[in-house]
C-alpha cells in the first residue's frame, strides 16, 4: 500500500523559514519522480515543485522560484520542501504527491503551513 506522510507545517512569521518532509512507503521511491502541491483557503490546487527520480533534476512554480528548493534522500524514501522567505500567500495545506505526469497518483494527508504575524 503505497502511503506518503507529510509532517514538518506550522506557524512561522513572515520572512522565516519551514521544512517540510514526506516519508514514503509501499513503493519504489526511487523509481518516481515526486512533487509537492499545495492549497491556499478557497482556491484550487497548485503545483509548487518536482524533482525526478533521482534528484538531479528540479522544477519549481514561479510563485515560490528563488525561495523553495526541493530535494529527496532516495536511501531514506524521503521527498523534502525547504521553504525560506516566508509570504503571507504561502499559507497552504501542503501536500506531497508520487508523480506521473502530468499529475499525482497518489497524495499525503497534507500539512498546515500558516505564514502569520
Known amino acids: 500500500e503505497v502511503q506518503l506522510v507529510e509532517s514538518g507545517g506550522g506557524l512561522v512569521q513572515p520572512g522565516g523559514s519551514l521544512r517540510l518532509s514526506c516519508a514514503a512507503s509501499g513503493f519504489t521511491f526511487s523509481s518516481y519522480a515526486m512533487s509537492w502541491v499545495r492549497q491556499a483557503p478557497g482556491k484550487g490546487l497548485e503545483w509548487v515543485s518536482g524533482?525526478?527520480?533521482?534528484?538531479?533534476?528540479?522544477s519549481n512554480a514561479d510563485s515560490v522560484k528563488g525561495r523553495f528548493t526541493i530535494s529527496r534522500d532516495n536511501a531514506k524514501n524521503t521527498l523534502y520542501l525547504q521553504m525560506n522567505s516566508l509570504k503571507h500567500e504561502d499559507t497552504a495545506v501542503y501536500y506531497c504527491?508520487?508523480?506521473?505526469?502530468?499529475?499525482?497518483?497518489?497524495w499525503g494527508q497534507g500539512t498546515q503551513v500558516t505564514v502569520s504575524s
Open positions: 504527491a508520487k508523480w506521473q505526469y502530468p499529475r499525482g497518483d497518489y
Open positions: 524533482i525526478n527520480r533521482g534528484g538531479g533534476s528540479t
